[in-house]
T-cell receptor, first 113, second 113 residues
């Protein structure tokens, strides 16, 4: 069964602290995406990781991909309240003869002032 | 330019009614996806269109669900004889090519009473 699992599911952290969200997936894929979703809103694209070893950074967020370990990380540096949201990773399995993107369970992040 | 739009934003249906949800993708985007997102969960793939061709409908939960994109732009997701378990947010996303970053619409929140 194809699985995309995120850890942790819930994260409450103080402003100024660092933390990492993990995304593990169970199938071969070279492409992984990170999205942000605010309550009641749709998904906003954050990062597109297209190969093993890819690293992307935007502001206080940095994402990386290790396709051999089937693992992506989203690192938060010096968190601020505006980063409070739910973060999803999604794995592209379109090379398997389908056109599916499988989303993770989501990590609900709350940054406390 | 304009993003992905969906209508209606909210729909309340009595059990057994048919509903139709509309998606206007970004102009020129080849790929169009429909997802179902239950409360507190990640989006789940329903179906994929490449232009007007429905290439993957493996995520449609039953034969009550039907999607079309007759001219390769606007798409409609139709649910016949709605059931309470159909209550969810239905998200539409489009992308420029076959693979890659998806741009999501605001979603339609369907409530079946």
């Amino acid at each position: 069964e194809l699985k995309v699992e995120q850890n942790p599911l819930f994260l409450s952290m103080q402003e100024g602290k660092n933390y990492t969200i993990y995304c593990n997936y169970s199938t071969t894929s070279d492409r992984l995406y990170w999205y942000r979703q605010d309550p009641g809103k749709s998904l906003e694209s954050l990062f597109v990781l297209l190969s093993n070893g890819a690293v992307k950074q935007e502001g206080r967020l940095m994402a990386s991909l290790d396709t051999k370990a089937r693992l992506s990380t989203l690192h938060i540096t010096a968190a601020v309240h505006d980063l409070s949201a739910t973060y999803f990773c999604a794995v592209d399995i379109t090379t398997s003869g389908t056109y599916k993107y499988i989303f993770g369970t989501g990590t609900r992040l709350k940054v406390l002032a | 330019g304009a993003g992905v739009s969906q209508s209606p934003r909210y729909k309340v249906a009595k059990r057994g009614q048919d509903v139709a949800l509309r998606c206007d993708p970004i102009s020129g985007h080849v790929s169009l996806f429909w997802y179902q997102q239950a409360l507190g969960q990640g989006p789940e793939f329903l179906t994929y269109f490449q232009n007007e061709a429905q290439l993957d409908k493996s995520g449609l939960p039953s034969d009550r669900f039907f999607a079309e994109r007759p001219e390769g732009s606007v798409s409609t997701l139709k649910i016949q004889r709605t059931q309470q378990e159909d209550s969810a947010v239905y998200l539409c996303a489009s992308s420029y090519g076959v693979l890659g970053e998806q741009f999501f619409g605001p979603g339609t929140r369907l409530t079946v009473l």
